[in-house]
């Protein structure tokens, strides 16, 4: 009985192995986790809080929070993009909005160009957005 349990036990484990060692990370994974940064623009300097798990991001700006959602990635695109879908926001008619940006990953920096809810994707990282974040993880 021990040995087909621990027979079992191996089996279950090497089932939920989702991500094989030599199998690259997905770019959803990469920006997971908690980044602070503030605006490029460097006049505006508020401390912004991007916290992303799974498909959830929680946006905060200074002690305030100011976007919770749902985001999505379309990585085939370049510059990526990311759509932020507002569930949650200090501004009522923000809700049920997306906030089309581009991002850009190099490391343990993350840098997000975007116009406000509702508006359309910037053309490019370097278009003159409403933000323009460089976030740290």
Not at 47 to 63: E, H, K
Request: with cysteine; hydrophobic share 40%; charged share 20%.
């Amino acid at each position: 009985i021990f040995i087909v349990g621990l027979l079992l036990c191996g089996m279950l484990v090497s089932c939920k192995n989702d991500n094989p060692v030599n199998s690259p990370v997905p770019v959803k994974t990469e920006l997971e986790g908690t980044w602070d940064g503030t605006n490029m623009d460097g006049i505006d300097q508020t401390q912004w809080t991007y916290t992303m798990a799974l498909d959830s991001v929680f946006i905060d700006a200074g002690d305030q929070e100011k976007y919770r959602g749902a985001f999505a990635l379309d990585t085939s695109a370049a510059p990526r993009h990311i759509d932020i879908s507002v569930t949650k926001s200090a501004v009522a008619a923000d809700i049920g909005k997306k906030i089309p940006a581009l991002y850009n990953l190099s490391g343990n920096i993350l840098q997000i160009t975007a116009n406000g809810p509702g508006s359309q994707r910037p053309a490019s990282m370097d278009a003159a957005p409403v933000l323009k974040l460089t976030l740290r993880q």
